[in-house]
């Protein structure tokens, strides 16, 4: 389902169903699993599978985490090379539905805003991470000033609450507040959306902002 605005929303059908932890990787008509159980060597692998040319998507799926959450992963990462028009010769995104190690020092790992449908039906707001160098970064941001990735890691819970205040329309008539409203006019709530209006998210994550 895609909305207005441009989200696309996730169903348990998207999901799909997974039999084993691993790496998994989806493409070509095939979904194929690697198992790998030291998280770092995941990872690696991982970026390694979304060279390959049949590849359309890659998830990291950790052993004990419940593996509708990796489907989620892996449908997130098709999503996202299928928007960002993914070219011949270019790797596939690779996803987590936790927090992944970065084995190198020149990759980054993106904390993305999905509207999902849990097991009864309802949405509600997950967060999907993404790994990716920091030319791929640059590339898909088209930033300005530097940018404090850890830091958001850190407000990612406070995100989340802000997003479901904003979705369910009990945040206070502020000019911050205003201003979001005027950007989800034509904008979805996303990760990408954050980074690019640093200040105003500072400001709507002021608590003197959103709860006068």
């Known amino acids: 389902m895609i909305t207005a605005q441009g989200e696309r929303l996730f169903s348990a059908q998207d999901a799909g169903a ?3 932890p691993g790496v998994v990787t989806g493409g070509a008509k095939r979904r194929v ?9 995941a990872v690696r692998l991982a970026l390694g599978l979304a060279r390959r ?10 052993a004990g985490v419940v593996l509708a959450h990796t489907g989620l992963a892996l449908a997130f990462s098709g999503h996202l090379s299928t928007v960002r028009g993914r070219r011949g010769g270019e790797a596939a995104c690779v996803t987590s539905p936790v927090r992944p190690p970065l084995p190198k020092p020149r990759l980054l790992r993106i904390p ?10 309802s949405w509600g707001d997950v967060v999907v991470w993404e790994v990716m160098t920091r030319e791929q970064f640059s590339s898909w ?3 300005g000033p530097p940018i404090d990735l850890g830091g958001v890691e850190a407000r990612v819970p406070q995100l989340i609450a802000l997003r479901r205040a904003a979705r369910e329309g009990t ?3 502020t000019p911050a507040v205003r201003a979001l409203h005027e950007l989800l006019r034509t904008r979805y709530w996303s990760i990408r959306l ?6 105003l998210f500072d400001s709507l994550l002021s608590p003197k902002e959103t709860h006068p």
């Open 53 to 62: 040319s049949w590849v359309e998507a890659v998830a990291v799926a950790p």
């Open 112 to 121: 993305h805003l999905v509207t999902a449908a849990g097991p009864d039906g």
């Open 18 to 20: 997974l039999f084993s």
């Open 33 to 41: 699993s690697y198992e790998e159980h030291d998280p770092v060597v």
């Open 141 to 143: 941001l088209d930033h």
């Open 171 to 173: 945040l206070p008539d």
């Open 194 to 199: 954050v980074l690019q209006h640093q200040d």
